[in-house]
């Protein structure tokens, strides 16, 4: 227990005694006990004077306190100096309220109790008992002389039966035949009036004797209030007449004792002790009004004094709480989330400080968690971002309003796009890409209208996106693999693939079925042709004439050429199908090139063939024998394409690519000629088999240029060079070979030439 609690409860305790000891008085005013309190009323009322000024200088001590605390500026004083006032005005007002009705209403209240029309009630009600009572000692006395006249004339026998029924009809309790000395003769009312008959008072007889009837009431002497009600009652003597003449002769009485209802004898007894207590309290009037209005001055002085003491106290206990919440409150706003100090209560407000303790715990716990959780979403949008731009899928994702939101490198890199500069822009508004976003966002439309059998958050097709011929493309068309989701918030994301490459190996491998079938089908009806055609010739010939012979000569040569096509088609088809394996060894790729183009010495010469070799390039890792035929593909459909032209040429050259940093990236093998360049059907399809721009030719040159390629994880580009003034300037074919042996010596283009 605090040392504020431990004055609190004393300060109470002397509080709740005062207002006992006046509380008690109060009650006493009203109660049985009353005597007590006004016999000690004088040092009562100065114990309670002693509790008040006690009170009064506890009030005067903490108010000079708090008076310090407010011109120090402490924290939190200005808030207790407010709970003390709304406390004491609380108890104050009220009080006086209170004490200026009372003051009012206790001094006309007792002025009405003293009023002349109290007074005069209290005498008429007093003077109405006393008439009822009077009556009915009156109706008694006259229904007992009546009763003993009749006895007297003889109409009525003394005996105890017509006593009984004389009692009946006058409704008593007891009728009795007295002697002169008021000996009872005969009686009736009961066992207990036969056995031990009441007697008659003397003076009551005297009385009767005198005027002939007595009657008075009896039983109500005792005080109002007693546990039983009185046993009232009438008791009335008349004299009996008698026919006797004779002196001396004896004289008897009749006694009727008729009970008072009990609820009559206590109503008189009540107006009697009313009308005595009045009496007496209008002699003490003055004395009992000041006894009033100085017990309610007290009991407001300690009323008001234990109020604003209390709310002194009860302020300071309010206020401790609320200070700690409040200096809580400031480090929290500072961002202090360290923890609070609480306040040792049960209470609510010990309550509420553990309560904002939690809590601040719980916001430090919280803000904590929110620094993991971002630390952990950095790393995870890092890790996510990582993987986006490592991934070899192109990824875009569009906002709920169909513009870029998000895209990876994959995506820049297959398009050949700069996608990174359109976000925040629709896919319809980037150059080239208006067919594509199109049929996406009508592909995107119809999944959430009526999705197909097996697609839920998820759709799937292929595309085919038409590009510009030139720049060093395969083709002027990407066939993209795209499939499309939605995210929550409306998003939308594509992600896409090129499989270009995937197509035409299907191609590449749908023709090599066909060569091999062709080569079976045909190769072996080609020689039985042939061989027939020349024994038609040797069985023929003698027996034609010289037209009919010549006729038959130039038939059988144009079949016997016509099967040799067909023999060299099959031929090649079948290399096409069969191509070996590639036996891989480290080669040097010049003095390869120089022993292919030795065949060509003549075009050398004539100046419409040129090479250039590059400067000691790392050896590369491949088959002699397939990339000898390789190089002669090439130039060979490069000495092709400028048949026609006087100032034809064709390039080869060999060149190494660096990294940034210097180191060899890949040795390059470039062909090109100043012919008319590819057609656009023959750039989409050129590495599949019977696609050729020659009028002769079986179009196999190029595929199997890309077979060997695939073989040697090499990479082929097609493509047309752009003329400076627009246009085609000629076609161009290279081969990257990234698989390299960098300890193999290199063989310099000088050396290369000289072994050529």
């Not at 009915?136 to 017509?162: F, S, Y």
């Amino acid at each position: 227990m605090t040392k504020s609690t431990r004055w609190a409860l004393i300060i109470a305790l002397v509080a709740v005694t005062g207002v006992a000891l006046v509380l008690g008085f109060v009650v006493s005013l009203s109660g049985g006990t009353r005597g007590f309190y006004e016999r000690h009323f004088v040092w009562l009322f100065w114990l309670n004077v002693a509790v008040g000024a006690l009170l009064l200088l506890v009030i005067v001590i903490a108010s000079a306190r708090l008076a310090v605390r407010l011109k120090r500026g402490k924290f939190g004083s200005r808030l207790l100096f407010k709970l003390a006032g709304i406390f004491a005005l609380v108890g104050v007002l009220p009080g006086a309220l209170i004490y200026t009705i009372s003051y009012q209403f206790v001094s006309r209240s007792i002025e009405v109790w003293f009023d002349a029309r109290v007074e005069s009630a209290l005498d008429a009600g007093l003077a109405l008992g006393r008439g009822t009572l009077d009556a009915q000692v009156a109706d008694v006395a006259a229904k007992t002389r009546l009763a003993a006249e009749r006895i007297g004339d003889g109409a009525l026998r003394p005996t105890p039966l017509a006593l009984e029924r004389l009692r009946e009809q006058l409704a008593a309790q007891q009728v009795a035949l007295l002697a002169g000395n008021g000996q009872v003769v005969v009686a009736a009312g009961g066992l207990a009036a036969l056995l031990q008959p009441e007697r008659a008072d003397p003076a009551l007889l005297r009385e009767a004797a005198r005027a002939r009837v007595a009657s008075r009431i009896e039983g109500l002497d005792e005080e109002p209030g007693a546990a039983t009600p009185p046993a009232a009652r009438v008791r009335a003597v008349a004299v009996v007449p008698s026919a006797d003449l004779r002196l001396g002769a004896e004289e008897r009485y009749l006694m009727v004792v008729q009970a008072v209802p009990p609820a009559l004898a206590a109503q008189a007894l009540a107006v009697q002790a009313a009308y005595r207590e009045y009496q007496q309290r209008m002699l003490e009037r003055d004395g009992l009004r000041k006894m009033y209005i100085g017990t309610l001055t007290l009991a407001l002085v300690l009323a008001v004094f234990g109020a604003v003491l209390l709310a002194a106290v009860l302020g300071n206990q309010l206020a401790r709480p609320l200070l700690l919440l409040a200096e809580g409150v400031r480090q929290v706003a500072r961002g202090d989330l360290t923890a609070k100090p609480v306040f040792a209560s049960t209470d609510e407000l010990g309550g509420l400080t553990r309560s904002f303790a939690d809590m601040t715990q719980q916001l430090a716990d919280a803000r904590a968690q929110v620094q993991r959780s971002v630390a952990e979403l950095e790393n995870a949008r890092t890790h996510l971002q990582t993987i986006l731009d490592n991934m070899t899928a192109g990824v875009i994702v569009f906002d709920r309003e169909r513009r870029i939101d998000t895209v990876n490198p994959g995506a820049t890199r297959i398009l050949k796009l700069p996608l990174s500069a359109h976000r925040g822009q629709r896919l319809d508004d980037v150059p080239g890409l208006q067919p594509l976003a199109e049929a996406v966002w009508q592909r995107f439309e119809a999944h959430q209208a009526s999705p197909e059998p097996g697609e839920r958050d998820q759709w799937q097709d292929t595309f085919e996106l038409p590009l510009g011929a030139g720049g060093g493309r395969e083709s002027d068309t990407l066939t993209l693999l795209v499939r499309g989701a939605t995210l929550p918030g409306g998003m939308r994301l594509m992600v896409f693939d090129d499989i270009s490459e995937v197509v035409s190996a299907q191609r590449t491998a749908a023709w090599s079925e066909v060569a091999r079938r062709l080569a079976h089908e045909i190769k072996n009806p080609l020689t039985p042709i042939q061989l027939s055609a020349e024994r038609l010739q040797h069985k023929l010939e003698a027996k034609l004439d010289d037209a009919g012979r010549a006729l038959l000569q130039r038939s059988v040569a144009t079949i016997v050429a016509q099967v040799q096509a067909m023999k060299q088609l099959v031929n090649e088809f079948r290399d096409y199908a069969r191509l070996p394996a590639a036996q891989l060894h480290p080669l040097d790729l010049n003095r390869l090139v120089a022993e292919v183009l030795a065949l060509y010495g003549q075009h050398i010469e004539s100046g419409r063939l040129r090479v250039s070799y590059a400067d000691a390039p790392p050896a590369i890792v491949g088959d002699a024998t397939q990339l000898r035929q390789v190089v002669h593909n090439l130039v060979q459909n490069g000495l092709d394409a400028i048949a026609e032209r006087d100032d034809g040429c064709v390039h080869v050259a060999t060149e190494v690519a660096r990294h940034d940093d210097g180191h060899v990236r890949a040795v390059r093998l470039v062909v090109s000629d100043n012919g008319p360049g590819f057609a656009d059907k023959v750039l989409k399809r050129a590495f599949e088999p019977y696609v050729t721009t020659k009028s002769k030719g079986t179009g196999l040159g190029l595929a199997v240029v890309k077979k060997i390629a695939d073989e040697h994880g090499a990479r082929v580009r097609i493509g047309n060079r752009p003329a400076p003034q627009g246009g085609v300037a000629g076609a161009q074919v290279s081969l990257s070979f990234s698989k390299l042996v960098e300890a193999q010596p290199a063989t310099s283009p000088d050396t290369a030439a000289s072994e050529s």
